[in-house]
């Protein structure tokens, strides 16, 4: 079974709280609830859960267990 809360950690004021993760897709943009930046996934990142959070988006777990490299998402 996938984790499906991670923990965020905003980059622009540090805030962290716990999310839900959709089982089977990819957010690109997700907003800071305390400060309202609109965070989007680091370059070579699938998705703001595996850039900000403590554990990798569903799909990306779904793959480790595969024994595949984690990418969620088809696309450069
Ligand atoms: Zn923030």
Do not use: I
Not at 5 to 11: D, E, I, K, L, S
Not at 61 to 68: D, I, K, L, T
Request: glycine share 8%; charged share 20%.
């Amino acid at each position: 079974m996938s984790e499906l809360t991670t923990r965020m950690t905003c980059p622009e004021c540090g805030h962290s709280h716990d999310a839900a993760m959709p089982e089977n897709a990819c957010v690109m943009e997700y907003e800071c609830p305390a400060c309202k930046a609109m965070l989007k996934p680091k370059q070579g990142d699938c998705c703001v859960f595996c850039s900000y959070g403590t554990v990798p988006c569903p799909p990306v777990q779904e793959q480790w267990e595969n024994g595949q490299l984690g990418v969620c998402c088809s696309g450069d």
